[in-house]
């Protein structure tokens, strides 16, 4: 039987060209991305920051490279607005208001660590779209070796510039604990920024650091003989939902929602909690739907949820996959599934909630 033709919507010429220009700025975005770690690499950036304006011959002399690499990138870079250009001195420069994004490493929103993230990204991607077709995940451990020391460069500066001084003092008794001494674990450590720097701050407690990759709990048992802290720091391979002991405090940092059983491991984190201990869990900051994450932010957490947090929770058994942007009523639902008591929000940043829940 035919059916009727549906009219064909009017071309509107004004949001064709909106679009276009929309889609080449991406597409010089993406090309850029590659010159941001070119430029972080060679030290132009840092070189810029500290000397101040500089001609492409200068800059090159500064940082042992060729001058005519040296001019296309800074031609790109000025092209893209991330430096300036006098015509007259032919000097170039960074602004000091770009320096936190791209040459300041203890800068909480040095974004250079996840322009090395996506390139890994780019790297994989063919298995992740074979993960479309077969719906089978990519585990952590099988991604491209960089994405490991990238993914802590690029969450370190936010835990410096926030654990100590806002997100523990936001919990209800937790800082008093920890000063008097308390038994602490951090489940999903990674390569244990976020453990060794508590245990700096709290030198009369204990840490224990659990994650399943081997690879980044000997970069982290390294970090902490590094630091100084070791003897009172330790790490462990094990997973969320058999890692050992029982804990005062126990804190998951921007990995609950890639693990594969989240409510699983929640139900193993409240049984391993003492008596009046806390959990708390940092999370990316989102809402509970599309429409209120169709932002900027959004758009990284979702793009990066695709290629990275949703095939490492379903390369896992159970395979929940809540994604970067679960938002905090699916959150809360997995910890009242848990059995967790009480489950709240203690504080947040613009790229992060952080939640506390106790048994």
């Not at 500089?54 to 800059?59: D, G, P, Q, R, W």
């Not at 063919?126 to 995940?137: D, E, N, R, T, V």
């Not at 920890?178 to 244990?192: I, M, T």
């Not at 984190?269 to 169709?294: C, H, Q, W, Y």
């Amino acid at each position: 039987m035919a059916t009727a033709m549906q009219p064909r919507k009017p071309f509107d010429e004004n949001k064709f060209n909106e679009f276009l220009g929309r889609m080449l700025g991406d597409v010089g975005a993406a090309l850029t991305g590659s010159l941001v770690i070119i430029g972080d690499r060679l030290g132009f950036y840092r070189k810029l920051a500290e000397r101040g304006p500089m001609t492409s011959v200068e800059l090159a002399a500064q940082t042992g490279t060729h001058e005519r690499y040296v001019r296309e990138w800074l031609s790109n870079q000025v092209a893209s607005h991330y430096i300036t250009y006098d015509a007259k001195t032919k000097e170039f420069a960074l602004p000091a208001e770009h320096v936190p994004m791209f040459a300041d490493e203890n800068s909480p929103v040095l974004l250079c660590g996840l322009y090395q993230i996506i390139q890994v990204l780019y790297q994989d991607e063919p298995a992740i779209s074979s993960a479309f077709l077969s719906g089978k995940g990519v585990g952590w451990h099988e991604h491209d070796a960089r994405l490991y020391p990238a993914t802590e460069r690029f969450f370190r500066p936010g835990y410096n510039a926030n654990l100590v001084s806002n997100w523990i003092p936001a919990l209800d008794g937790v800082e008093a604990k920890l000063r008097a001494g308390a038994n602490v674990a951090d489940v999903g450590c990674g390569y244990g920024s976020s453990t060794i720097l508590m245990a700096k701050a709290y030198p009369s407690s204990t840490f224990t650091g659990f994650d399943y990759h081997q690879a980044s709990i000997d970069a982290a048992r390294a970090s902490a003989k590094k630091e100084g802290v070791d003897d009172r720091v330790k790490f462990e391979v094990s997973t969320a939902k058999t890692f050992p002991g029982s804990f005062d405090f126990i804190t998951c940092f921007d990995c609950i929602h890639d693990m594969g059983d989240p409510v699983g491991a929640a139900m193993h984190i409240r049984a391993a909690l003492a008596k009046d201990g806390t959990f708390m869990m940092v999370e990316p900051f989102a809402n509970d739907s599309l429409d209120e994450n169709a932002n900027p932010v959004g758009r990284i957490f979702y793009g990066a949820s695709t290629l990275l947090c949703t095939p490492a929770s379903t390369a896992q058994e159970v395979g929940l996959a809540l994604g970067a942007c679960a938002g905090e009523a699916r959150l809360r639902a997995v910890f009242e599934e848990a059995g967790f008591g009480s489950f709240g929000r203690a504080t947040q940043t613009p790229f992060n909630i952080v939640y506390e829940a106790r048994g």
